[in-house]
Antibody
Framework: QITLKESGPTLVRPTQTLTLTCTFS??????????VGWIRQPPGKALEWLAL???????RYSPSLKNRLTITKDTSKNQVVLTMTNLDPVDTATYFC??????????????WGQGTLVTVSS | EIVMTQSPATLSVSPGERATLSCRAS??????LAWYQQKPGQAPRLLIY???TRATGIPARFSGSGSGTEFTLTISSLQSEDFAVYYC????????FGQGTRLEIK
């Protein structure tokens, strides 16, 4: 059974850096084909994909946010960490991590964490 | 970037009736399309992948169809638990989601 859970701060000041951790179980990110992604959702708005990390250390980012994002994995801890720099109030959102099911280069997301709401405000 | 456009934004349907939700892509996707259901305060739930394959545990009343740039999610007989927001997502290139269709009780 695959489970994922996000953790991190609930309130971040503008211009600060956000660090979110996804702790998962039920699969290993050292297994070929596996991947974990981050997706966010501003209140009342649609889903937006942010980043993906693959079993082979490949990383992919949303073109519109790539200059602000870093995704890393710690296979021994079963964790994936997303860092976002220079936060703005428009970054206020629920941040989800999700298990990527292999389908071509990208894939879809078959298991999701519960999400964590991050508010950016002074 | 592939832009995904869902219609309508809101769909009002009575329980027991059929609901048809549309998703259009700005470029051809082959069959690299997924559908998700999201209820308030919950994470999205995978319904359909590969344009028409139901995910594990998804009832047969949910079906996906289409190809290329035009896709449809059909719910054959709406149950009370089906009223939610539905998103399509393409994975032909880096993932993008539609803006969602809210399915509400008529």
């Amino acid at each position: 059974q695959i489970t994922l859970k996000e953790s991190g701060p609930t309130l971040v000041r503008p211009t600060q850096t956000l660090t979110l951790t996804c702790t998962f179980s039920g699969f290993s990110l050292s297994t070929r084909g596996e991947g974990v992604g981050w997706i966010r959702q501003p209140p009342g708005k649609a889903l937006e994909w942010l980043a993906l990390v693959y079993w082979d250390d490949d990383e992919r980012y949303s073109p519109s946010l790539k200059n602000r994002l870093t995704i890393t994995k710690d296979t021994s801890k079963n964790q994936v960490v997303l860092t976002m720099t220079n936060l703005d109030p428009v970054d206020t959102a629920t941040y989800f991590c999700a298990h990527r099911r292999e389908a071509g280069i990208v894939g879809y997301f078959d298991y999701w964490g519960q999400g964590t709401l991050v508010t950016v405000s002074s | 970037e592939i832009v995904m456009t869902q219609s309508p934004a809101t769909l009002s349907v009575s329980p027991g009736e059929r609901a048809t939700l549309s998703c259009r892509a700005s470029q051809s996707l082959s069959s690299n399309l997924a559908w998700y259901q999201q209820k308030p305060g919950q994470a999205p739930r995978l319904l359909i992948y590969g344009e028409s394959t139901r995910a594990t545990g998804i009832p047969a009343r949910f079906s996906g169809s289409g190809s290329g740039t035009e896709f449809t999610l059909t719910i054959s007989s709406l149950q009370s638990e089906d009223f939610a927001v539905y998103y399509c997502q393409q994975y032909n290139t880096w993932p993008t989601f539609g803006q969602g269709t809210r399915l509400e009780i008529k």
